[in-house]
């Protein structure tokens, strides 16, 4: 398994924008594909964006799709995402998440390794 941490959570007003950063140990990062996910309080963990290894695909959850981009720097073993346009509704602790493999997967249980996530709040 791959260790993952991730930065750059806070408070940011509505319509603002924050980019979380996610660093992972080992030297094989390139062979998985990388996740993020939010949990809201009282809420279940649910996908945001996942990008392949290479970094050539990518896909998104519905209510991020156009606002927000993942991207990855191999050289950095370091993933990012990109939010744009926050809503209060994108209010959340966000995890990165790792898995082997090519396929992207939007589901937690395919999963194999998390973060310790990092709240984003968003006010109105």
């Known amino acids: 398994q791959v260790q993952l941490v991730e930065a750059g959570g806070g408070l940011v007003q509505a319509g603002g924008s924050r980019r979380l950063s996610c660093t992972a140990s080992?030297?094989?990062?390139?062979?998985?594909?990388m996740g993020w996910f939010r949990q809201a309080p009282g809420n279940e963990r649910t996908f945001v964006a996942a990008?392949?290894?290479?970094?050539?695909?990518?896909t998104y959850g519905d209510s991020v799709k156009g606002r927000f981009t993942i991207s990855r720097d191999n050289a950095k073993n370091t993933v990012y995402l990109q939010m744009n346009g926050l809503k209060p509704e994108d209010t959340a602790v966000y995890y990165c998440?790792?898995?082997?493999?090519?396929?992207?997967?939007?589901?937690?249980?395919?999963?194999?390794?998390w973060g310790q996530g990092t709240q984003v709040t968003v006010s109105s």
């Open positions: 990008i392949s290894g290479s970094g050539g695909v990518t």
């Open positions: 080992g030297r094989t990062f390139d062979s998985y594909v």
């Open positions: 998440a790792a898995k082997v493999g090519l396929v992207l997967m939007t589901q937690t249980k395919q999963y194999t390794s």
